[in-house]
């Protein structure tokens, strides 16, 4: 078969990595540490706080100086401390105390009550006394900020903090507001094209196993007509040689797809393998497992191939069950009495090339304005009972295989689908 085009290759492996992680999550480790922004980049959040807790502590002549800045799980966390004569204090930040710090509007003396509500505790022996919230970038005025600058020492007491340090910390705002709310914009569109990527993972996931459970369900079909016809054909010798080789191959095909889910996790779909089918032996398969679904419908099965006709680039599982959706599809809308014809020839004007197969019924037929969206998935042309996936799968075999298929009225006025395969052998045109 031909390589499968890049945007249906893409398509597959995001569905085959999204089946991956839902069959074999990651746990969470309970006690991660919180998600601390990046620091390699000199562009960094943290690499900004860290120049303006030394540029402020000298500036100042503060004691201490810290920096605290908030991480994308709602968290926080100290990414820069200074301390002049001593080590920094412990890093004992209330939670209750981040938030209100960093909603405050301007540079702030925080023993000064008259100013602002009190914001929390910072800890109870930091020496921190004026702090300034850093990169707020909403619209409100009091929206949350990105970071918290603070600091402290002997020369601004708790409620005596110098006008020249609240000044120096309301410029080190002013500088810092753009570049870190330009930081916070991109971490914002970072985490959006996160959760993009998630509902793309989780919409292939649903896909592929919604592919995997039709191909299941059609193998089990012919498991039961044959179980519910064997009490009473025990004697006919015929029904139990040729019709248990037709059900053992749908076993052995139903094998092959659980097989490569258990064997690489990521289940080949059908039609990714390469490989070439016999048009004569899929026919003769596909009348033995639907004329007795046909004869309890009272719908005559018609299977026709030209002789010598040319194998075509598909798999035989794949053959199979585009052959089988598309039949399944007829029978279920042709009423009692009817017919369903199935055709496999080489067109005239294919020179060598291509075969084509041929499925028309004699039921009401489809409306032209739902010809196109009937090849989606679950989308349906009978109002009274829900849409699948045969069809959706159907084209996409086809497709990949370099192949088309259409839909038109057949004659009498049913529905007509039209399959066109490229044909292989020594035989096959260039």
Avoid at 12 to 23: C, E, F, P, S
Avoid at 260 to 289: F, I, K, N, W, Y
Avoid at 330 to 341: D, F, H, Q
Wanted: aromatic content about 4%; proline content about 7%; some cysteine.
């Amino acid at each position: 078969a031909t390589g499968l085009p890049s945007n249906r290759l893409a398509r597959r492996n995001r569905g085959a990595a999204a089946l991956i992680d839902a069959v074999f999550p990651q746990s969470e480790t309970p006690d991660a540490e919180p998600a601390k922004p990046e620091v390699d980049s000199p562009q960094s959040p943290q690499t900004l706080l860290s120049r303006a807790v030394s540029d402020i502590a000298r500036r100042s002549e503060a004691e201490w100086a810290c920096a605290w800045l908030a991480t994308p799980d709602s968290g926080f966390v100290r990414v820069a401390a200074y301390g002049r004569s001593a080590e920094p204090p412990a890093d004992d930040l209330e939670p209750g105390a981040f938030e209100a710090l960093r909603r405050l509007a301007r540079a702030t003396d925080l023993g000064d009550a008259s100013e602002t509500p009190t914001p929390g505790r910072i800890s109870d022996a930091s020496g921190l006394t004026a702090a300034v919230a850093l990169g707020r970038h909403g619209d409100g005025e009091f929206e949350p900020a990105l970071a918290v600058l603070a600091l402290g020492g002997p020369e601004d007491a708790l409620g005596a903090v110098r006008p020249r340090t609240l000044a120096l910390l309301q410029e080190t705002a002013q500088q810092l507001d753009r570049p870190l709310g330009t930081l916070a914009a991109l971490q914002q569109i970072r985490e959006l094209g996160h959760d993009i990527r998630w509902l793309d993972r989780q919409a292939a996931l649903g896909e592929m196993l919604g592919e995997i459970v039709h191909e299941i369900r059609n193998p089990l079909v012919s498991v039961k007509t044959f179980l519910d016809l064997l009490p009473s054909r025990l004697d006919d010798t015929e029904f139990l040689t040729d019709f248990r080789h037709v059900v053992l191959g749908e076993v052995v095909r139903l094998e092959r797809l659980l097989d490569s889910v258990l064997r690489h996790a990521q289940p080949e779909r059908l039609g990714d393998e390469e490989g070439h089918a016999d048009v004569g032996t899929a026919m003769e398969t596909l009348g033995g497992l639907l004329a007795h679904r046909a004869g309890e419908n009272q719908i005559r099965l018609i299977c026709q191939v030209e002789p010598d006709t040319n194998p075509v680039g598909l798999s035989p599982d794949a053959l199979q069950q585009v052959l089988l959706n598309l039949t399944l599809n007829a029978l279920s809308a042709t009423p009692a009495m009817g017919e369903v014809r199935v055709r496999a020839y080489e067109p005239a004007v294919a020179q060598g090339r291509w075969i084509d197969f041929t499925v028309e019924d004699s039921g009401p037929g489809i409306p032209v304005d739902a010809r196109e969206r009937i090849f989606e998935a679950f989308a349906t042309s009978r109002s009274q009972r829900p849409g699948g996936l045969g069809l959706a799968i159907a084209k996409r075999l086809v497709e990949e295989a370099g192949g088309r298929i259409d839909v038109g009225e057949a004659q009498e006025g049913g529905a007509r689908f039209v399959v066109r395969l490229p044909a292989v052998g020594e035989h096959a045109g260039p």
